[in-house]
T-cell receptor
Framework: NAGVTQTPKFQVLKTGQSMTLQCAQD?????MSWYRQDPGMGLRLIHY???????DQGEVPNGYNVSRSTTEDFPLRLLSAAPSQTSVYFC?????????????FGQGTRLTVV | GENVEQHPSTLSVQEGDSAVIKCTYS??????FPWYKQELGKGPQLIID?????GEKKDQRIAVTLNKTAKHFSLHITETQPEDSAVYFC??????????????FGAGTQVVVTP
């Protein structure tokens, strides 16, 4: 099993550009989420999904969109990139909503907005 | 909502010594407390977790303790080795239907083990 796969690993965007960060998992996990990691602030939840067709906002959702058309994929879209979105982004998945189980993280996408 | 505070932000230890990282949480309904280790350039990986019906859990050189009354939990690493150098995150979660799988993370502790 590959686990959680994120692409790309690195990306530089110009202010105002849009892009999609890809996330795929092959563990048949229902729950998937996106976090951003900034120095001194830990991991902050952007959006999450408890299953195909169901998404909801996390702690810092502004400027980001998500969709969940399949169990495997959970892409994160930046609509109009801003320098404040420079960060490392992690996608994570968990076995089952409501179950107290670990989250499996991807390797991360380091995004720089200039 | 839940707030998790983690201390210290950096921790330097000599190889073979013990390391302790402490976290406090605010929501008494939280009932799952995982610890993640993040090595440079990688995603966080679970190293140990504890549920609210347990006070202590050990796995070889690492242990976690939970004090529900005081709402704090700690990670203990004994006989530290250079490969323990990493950023460690604590987190809190609750299995309620309005919080499925959502974790509140601490800010992280950079642990450096010097030979």
């Amino acid at each position: 099993n590959a686990g959680v796969t994120q692409t790309p690993k690195f990306q530089v965007l110009k202010t105002g550009q849009s892009m999609t960060l890809q996330c795929a998992q092959d563990m048949n996990h229902e729950y998937m989420s996106w976090y951003r990691q900034d120095p001194g602030m830990g991991l902050r939840l952007i959006h999450y999904s408890v299953g195909a067709g169901i998404t909801d906002q996390g702690e810092v959702p502004n400027g980001y969109n998500v969709s969940r058309s399949t169990t495997e994929d959970f892409p994160l879209r930046l609509l109009s990139a801003a320098p404040s979105q420079t960060s490392v982004y992690f996608c994570a998945s968990s076995y089952s909503p409501g179950a107290l189980t670990e989250a499996f993280f991807g390797q991360g996408t380091r995004l720089t907005v200039v | 909502g839940e707030n998790v505070e983690q201390h210290p932000s950096t921790l330097s230890v000599q190889e073979g010594d013990s390391a302790v990282i402490k976290c406090t949480y605010s929501d008494s309904a939280s009932n799952y407390f995982p610890w993640y280790k993040q090595e440079l350039g990688k995603g966080p990986q679970l190293i140990i977790d504890i549920r609210s019906n347990v006070g202590e859990k050990k796995d070889q050189r690492i242990a976690v303790t939970l004090n529900k009354t005081a709402k704090h939990f700690s990670l203990h690493i004994t006989e530290t080795q250079p490969e323990d150098s990493a950023v460690y995150f604590c987190a809190a979660s609750k299995g309620a239907t309005d919080s499925w799988g959502k974790f509140q993370f601490g800010a992280g502790t950079q642990v450096v083990v010097t030979p």
